[in-house]
């Protein structure tokens, strides 16, 4: 399959050539995600999530079951993708950032730089992600704060971490850049820009291209720190593939700025029940449950441009 060629920006935990290959957002999902490939083809990058504005309790218990999870999928080959939430957890729009910048919750960002020292994996750290969204409440002045101070932290303890910001795209209306950059830390303190990609139509609008070509402006690779096909699926086979993952993969093959891609293989409707959102309607997105996609997906992640681990 024809892609360009990657550009190479030199930041941290960036692969030179390739996208590194990623998948989550729990480990059974991960797993029977990973079941559909070969042993040399399997997803180098776990994702997860975790709230620091919460109880310390919360945090401690994320950190020893990721250990467990890392564990059982193998640590060879493999790094992480992790969501650092700054609401506590809520979904009404209240961001806490100002808490975290101001050092009240450093006890929880310990905790997670414990946790990261002693999995001792490489990790992308998705700083307050999808930073615009109003279901997060984050203000500029107040984020770029808490990101600087979460970022002084993960580096004073020298981890093998690299800092991503990370913006919702069309989720959050695809905002021009001038309305992003407010949020903006500064290239000082950002390693990669990420962005969030779940309707079929941002993988082919000018606002996504030009958030990548501005990334390869501040001389940052891009992320694909969350995608799936909301609202289409996998059932319906062949219309499923055209409708989301061809525009989906040939957004990766022609951007070059692009180095990594995390997929949700969620059934949706499940998870909703589980977590209580309104997620009813994204359908059910595990590849594995339908076998056009699966031998779609299969073949292009045979690709040279692709990068995995072997089990």
Same mark, same amino acid.
């Given at each position: 399959?024809?892609?360009?060629?990657?550009?190479?920006?030199?930041?941290?935990?960036?692969?030179?050539?390739?996208? &590194?290959?990623?998948?989550?957002?729990? &480990?059974?999902?991960?797993?029977?995600?990973?079941?559909?490939?070969?042993?040399?083809?399997?997803?180098?990058?776990?994702?997860?999530?975790?709230?620091?504005?919460?109880?310390?309790?919360?945090?401690?218990?994320?950190?020893?079951?990721?250990?467990?999870?890392?564990?059982?999928?193998?640590?060879?080959?493999?790094?992480?993708?992790?969501?650092?939430?700054?609401?506590?957890?809520?979904?009404?729009?209240?961001?806490?950032?100002?808490?975290?910048?101001?050092?009240?919750?450093?006890?929880?960002?310990?905790?997670?730089?414990?946790?990261?020292?002693?999995?001792?994996?490489?990790?992308?750290?998705?700083?307050?992600? %999808?930073?615009?969204?109003?279901?997060?409440?984050?203000?500029?002045?107040?984020?770029?704060?808490?990101?600087?101070?979460?970022?002084?932290? +993960?580096?004073?303890?020298?981890?093998?971490?690299?800092?991503?910001?990370?913006?919702?795209?069309?989720?959050?209306?695809?905002?021009?850049?001038?309305?992003?950059?407010?949020?903006?830390?500064?290239?000082?303190?950002?390693?990669?820009?990420?962005?969030?990609?779940?309707?079929?139509?941002?993988?082919?609008?000018?606002?996504?291209?030009?958030?990548?070509?501005?990334?390869? %402006?501040?001389?940052?690779?891009? +992320?694909?720190?969350?995608?799936?096909?909301?609202?289409?699926?996998?059932?319906?086979?062949?219309?499923?593939?055209?409708?989301?993952?061809?525009?989906?993969?040939? &957004?990766?093959?022609?951007?070059?700025?692009?180095?990594?891609?995390?997929?949700?293989?969620?059934?949706?409707?499940?998870?909703?029940?589980?977590?209580?959102? %309104?997620?009813?309607?994204?359908?059910?997105?595990?590849?594995?449950?339908?076998?056009?996609?699966?031998?779609?997906?299969?073949? %292009?992640?045979?690709?040279?441009?692709?990068?995995?681990?072997?089990?």
């Amino acid at each position: 399959m024809n892609f360009i060629e990657r550009k190479y920006f030199g930041a941290k935990l960036e692969p030179v050539n390739t996208v &590194l290959h990623g998948a989550g957002q729990d &480990l059974a999902s991960f797993m029977r995600y990973a079941g559909v490939f070969p042993r040399d083809q399997q997803p180098a990058v776990y994702m997860t999530y975790i709230g620091v504005a919460g109880d310390s309790a919360r945090v401690m218990e994320w950190g020893e079951r990721l250990q467990r999870e890392c564990e059982a999928i193998g640590k060879h080959g493999l790094s992480l993708q992790i969501g650092l939430n700054m609401t506590g957890g809520n979904d009404q729009g209240i961001g806490t950032e100002d808490v975290v910048a101001r050092g009240e919750k450093d006890d929880n960002l310990a905790l997670v730089c414990d946790s990261l020292e002693r999995i001792a994996l490489p990790a992308y750290v998705r700083i307050g992600y %999808e930073f615009e969204g109003n279901w997060n409440g984050y203000q500029p002045q107040s984020y770029r704060e808490a990101f600087v101070h979460v970022t002084k932290m +993960m580096r004073q303890r020298q981890l093998n971490a690299a800092t991503v910001w990370c913006s919702a795209g069309a989720s959050a209306g695809a905002l021009s850049l001038g309305d992003l950059m407010p949020y903006y830390p500064g290239d000082e303190w950002v390693d990669w820009w990420g962005i969030d990609t779940f309707d079929a139509a941002e993988m082919t609008s000018r606002a996504t291209r030009h958030f990548c070509e501005a990334a390869g %402006e501040h001389g940052k690779p891009v +992320m694909i720190g969350e995608a799936t096909p909301r609202g289409i699926g996998v059932l319906g086979g062949r219309a499923s593939w055209e409708a989301w993952f061809a525009p989906f993969f040939a &957004l990766i093959r022609q951007q070059p700025e692009i180095k990594l891609f995390s997929y949700i293989n969620w059934d949706w409707a499940h998870w909703s029940d589980v977590l209580g959102f %309104e997620w009813h309607d994204w359908e059910d997105c595990r590849i594995e449950q339908n076998a056009v996609v699966e031998g779609n997906y299969l073949a %292009e992640m045979g690709s040279d441009l692709y990068e995995h681990r072997a089990a």
